[in-house]
């Protein structure tokens, strides 16, 4: 059985396939919260920056930057995708 990796392109992949598709191409490992780099047909790069953080890494993956506030399995409630870690409680009991 062979496995496949999937690797991530890099500067060189980027700028071979920029070159032959005519079309920029995205420095996939070069990824950022609030940047992204692309190599370009004619070989030179173009690096693009946001005001503020548009993806957020979990785990492996990239994901857009969401605060719609969900309930966690430990009770508390959070943003679904933060680029900091931040938590509220969950509530309690009022007491008089």
Sequence with gaps: MTQ?????????DALDEARSSGERAEVVTQRQE?????????GTFTQEFTAGPQRVRQGDEWVPVD????RRADGSVGPRAATVELAFSGGG???W
């Design 93 to 95: 009991e009022l007491r």
């Design 67 to 70: 605060a719609t506030l969900e």
């Design 34 to 42: 609030d940047s992204l780099l692309y190599a370009n047909p004619d």
């Design 4 to 12: 496949v990796s999937q690797v991530e392109p890099t500067e060189q």
